[in-house]
């Protein structure tokens, strides 16, 4: 479970605190939460205080009963997280490199890592792309491949930061399906409306605060008159 | 739109120098780098040159990836030989460019047949002893690895940049290089977020 406790963010600026994220409450237990909202409205900050990779300067956010912020490396093990662009995830020369990249800390000896990044690959559909060099794919197996390589070493919960935005309209449905199948809980940032309302619940931000929080069909209709306004 | 530079690239295999051990193909290829270096004159630059394609041959690393290789420091290498043409006569450019083609050559053949993995395992038990005093050895690697890594997408980057403000009419080198700056520092940025998301260096 994933819970906020009064979680917020404020940096400071030149002009001075710029607020990014009010003190946020929230208690996300559903399988699959959807985030939407305008850019900039602070979506991303609230994806990514679930594992460390933004430390809230009030409040925490409690993942399981550890807190992200404190205990980075120990909720890590457990939140898989997924960018927008997956050239910044993929750092090794091919598929498999990457997959074993992700591998090294849950298995040492390298035949069996490569075993299990093969088999990684061949869930996902890239088994023939094994040594294929990671800049040679599509964007939609760049982003696949990127997904692949976060589910490796099987996280409880996944965090996707607009996975889809990237994509064309045939990619954009394969990642959607593969996500919205997985037996993981699954926080997902998207500006993709079809996608967030077949999710169990939606969380819409405006202007660095939650404006609304509910059923999907209703969050989205809100977010939609909202922009409409 | 520019092609990405692809270097690293392992390329599978069961020849002599696939089932080298990396020490012995690191080692190598040091050793070969200080000759190429020290001895310095026109029928050694050849030779080292005939050497690295020998070990090409043997490796049986394709020639589009020894051409990648060779075209990723050409222009490098053009200016250096043209600052030696400059400083010490046409005979010594043209020893300097045989040498830093050779060089690439060299280090292209050791990626093609080491996989990336292997060579990290092997700093890992290298660094291993210095674990004691605080170093963690699988950092060191990741380090090493990114750094060689990091070359095609900068590489990328820069090539992106340049047609983006060719694009634009802009010839001054200030609007390629800040822009390529920013980028790079942005996608180090990413990258970084990335890995620790991914838990990589968390051990």
């Known amino acids: 479970m994933i819970e906020y406790d009064a979680a917020g963010l404020t940096v400071p600026t030149p002009a001075g605190d710029r607020l990014v994220l009010e003190a946020t409450s929230l208690r996300l237990t559903e399988r699959r939460i959807a985030v939407v909202g305008a850019n900039g409205s602070g979506k991303s900050t609230l994806a990514r205080m679930v594992n460390g990779l933004v430390a809230p300067s009030v409040g925490r956010v409690l993942v399981d009963g550890v807190d992200a912020a404190r205990h980075g490396a120990r909720v890590r093990r457990h939140v898989g997280f997924c960018f927008t662009d997956p050239a910044a995830q993929l750092v090794m020369p091919t598929c498999v490199e990457d997959v074993e990249l992700s591998l090294r800390r849950v298995e040492r000896n390298p035949a069996r890592r490569r075993q299990r990044a093969l088999a990684v690959l061949e869930r996902h559909g890239l088994a023939d792309h094994a040594d294929v060099s990671v800049h040679a794919l599509s964007g939609g197996q760049k982003q696949l491949l990127a997904l692949a390589g976060v589910l490796a070493t099987e996280p409880s919960v996944l965090v996707a930061d607009e996975p889809t935005t990237l994509l064309d309209l045939a990619n954009t449905r394969r990642v959607g399906e593969l996500l919205l199948g997985l037996e993981q809980q699954l926080l997902l940032v998207t500006h993709d409306l079809e996608l967030a309302a077949r999710c169990d619940r939606v969380i819409v931000v405006e202007e660095a605060r939650i404006r609304y929080d509910g059923a999907p069909d209703a969050a989205v209709a809100d977010y939609v008159a909202s922009v409409a306004a | ?203």
């Open chain 2, 1 to 203: 739109m520019s092609q990405p530079v692809l270097v690293g690239i392992y390329q599978p295999g069961h020849t002599v120098l696939h089932r080298l051990p990396v020490g012995v193909k690191l080692a190598g290829l040091a050793g070969f780098s200080l000759a190429i270096v020290l001895v310095r004159s026109m029928p050694a630059a050849l030779v080292f040159l005939a050497v690295a394609l020998g070990l090409a041959l043997l490796g049986r690393v394709s020639l589009p990836t020894l051409l990648r290789a060779a075209r990723g420091v050409l222009v490098v290498a053009l200016v250096v030989a043209g600052l030696q043409w400059w400083l010490g006569g046409y005979a010594k450019a043209v020893e300097t460019l045989v040498d830093l083609v050779t060089l690439a050559l060299a280090a292209a053949v050791l990626s093609a047949t080491t996989p990336v993995h292997a060579m990290l395992d092997a700093v890992v038990r290298w660094v291993g002893p210095l674990r004691r005093v605080g170093v963690d050895p699988e950092r060191v690697a990741l380090t090493f690895t990114l750094a060689i890594q990091a070359l095609p997408a900068t590489i990328t980057l820069a090539v992106e940049t340049r047609d983006a403000a060719r694009a634009r009419g802009l010839r001054s080198p200030r609007a390629h290089l800040a822009p390529f700056v920013v980028r790079v520092i942005a996608r180090a940025h990413e990258t970084g977020d990335a890995l620790a998301a991914r838990g990589v260096g968390d051990d």
